[in-house]
Nanobody
Framework: QAQLVESGGGLVQPGGSLRLSCTAS????????VGWFQQAPGKGREGISC????????YYADSVKGRFIVSRDNAKNTVYLQMNSLKPEDTAVYYC???????????????WGQGTQVTVSS
């Protein structure tokens, strides 16, 4: 069964780092732009980062620019989100998907992961 799976979330202190992974199975992730999305409690889903198929183009929302780095290893069928200098306001569920646009209905995505929780707290 083709699927996209996020991993690497957890509890971290403010100022700490985490690396999230978005790994595809059953299909070639290299054929897709990949977006990372953040959904904080009580808030809407926000697109925070995007990477092109060949890694030549990336996008970051202002809220994470300079702190987060997106990368990909097409040989491993995986996209990463390195999260540095984490703040309490980064607490959210993080999702990846095979599109960088924000769709209200996740069925619009070819593939959408189940999410991984990131909690930034002392």
């Amino acid at each position: 069964q083709a699927q996209l799976v996020e991993s690497g979330g957890g509890l971290v202190q403010p100022g700490g780092s985490l690396r999230l992974s978005c790994t595809a199975s059953g299909f070639n992730l290299a054929s897709y732009f990949v977006g990372w999305f953040q959904q904080a409690p009580g808030k809407g889903r926000e697109g925070i980062s995007c990477i092109s198929t060949d890694d030549s183009s990336t996008y970051y929302a202002d809220s994470v620019k300079g702190r987060f780095i997106v990368s990909r290893d097409n040989a491993k069928n995986t996209v990463y989100l390195q999260m540095n200098s984490l703040k309490p306001e980064d607490t959210a569920v993080y999702y990846c998907a095979t599109d960088c646009r924000v769709f209200a209905d996740t069925d619009e995505y070819d593939y959408w992961g189940q999410g991984t929780q990131v909690t930034v707290s002392s």
